[in-house]
Each structure stands twice: as structure tokens, then as C-alpha cells.
Nanobody, 121 residues
Framework: QVQLVESGGGSVQPGGSLRLSCAAS????????VAWCRQAPGKQRELVAT???????NYADSVKGRFTISRDNAKNTVYLQMNSLKPEDTAVYYC???????????????WGQGTQVTVSS
């Protein structure tokens, strides 16, 4: 069983930056693929960024060049560095972890509680 806790959300002006953290307990996070998804009101959940157990990463076109996903295995934590934020990035951000196919299909067994990101002037 993996417990995930997100932190780092908040309110920021357009063009600003935030770093989200996803801290794991109960298992070694590096054994799993980990993804950040987001859901805005009235919209479908969107897969934003994924880091695989081997270290490869994948990003949605909407965030390429602005967001970076990374791991700190010593801290059992995955991060999402978000730069050049836009109002359309406003959403609740969730981290999730599981084997690669489940993460990519949105059927991960392990999810955090979510953290709100609001980008507004």
C-alpha cells in the first residue's frame, strides 16, 4: 500500500512559478511510475506529466517546456516544477502512482488528496 500526500499548491500570478511535492509512505516510490494529473471545474481530468521507474519522463503538449517532473529517491518524493504559469493551468493537481500502464490509463491504485493551484491576476 502506498500513501501519497501532495503539497505546494497555492495562488500565483500569470508568469509565476510553483513547485508541487508528492511525498510517499508505505512503499518505495521509485519502484513505480508516478504521474501528475489535474482537473479543472467542469473539465475532464488531464494527465500532465509522468516519470517512469527508469527515469524517463513524458509531458502533455500543453505544459511542455514549462513544467518539469523529477524524483528525489532519498526523500521518496516526486516534484512538479511549474514555470510560466497561465490562467488555464488553474486546477486541482493530483499525484498518482502504480505500474506504468495503469498510470498512463488513469487507473492508478494510489492517489493523493489533491492540491489546488490557482493562476490569476
Amino acid at each position: 500500500q502506498v500513501q501519497l500526500v501532495e503539497s505546494g499548491g497555492g495562488s500565483v500570478q500569470p508568469g509565476g512559478s510553483l513547485r508541487l511535492s508528492c511525498a510517499a509512505s508505505g512503499s518505495t516510490l521509485s519502484n513505480y511510475a508516478v504521474a501528475w494529473c489535474r482537473q479543472a471545474p467542469g473539465k475532464q481530468r488531464e494527465l500532465v506529466a509522468t516519470i517512469f521507474s527508469g527515469g524517463n519522463t513524458n509531458y502533455a503538449d500543453s505544459v511542455k517546456g514549462r513544467f518539469t517532473i523529477s524524483r528525489d529517491n532519498a526523500k521518496n518524493t516526486v516534484y512538479l516544477q511549474m514555470n510560466s504559469l497561465k490562467p488555464e493551468d488553474t486546477a486541482v493537481y493530483y499525484c498518482n502512482a502504480d505500474f506504468s500502464l495503469k498510470v498512463l490509463s488513469g487507473t492508478s491504485r494510489y492517489w493523493g488528496q489533491g492540491t489546488q493551484v490557482t493562476v490569476s491576476s
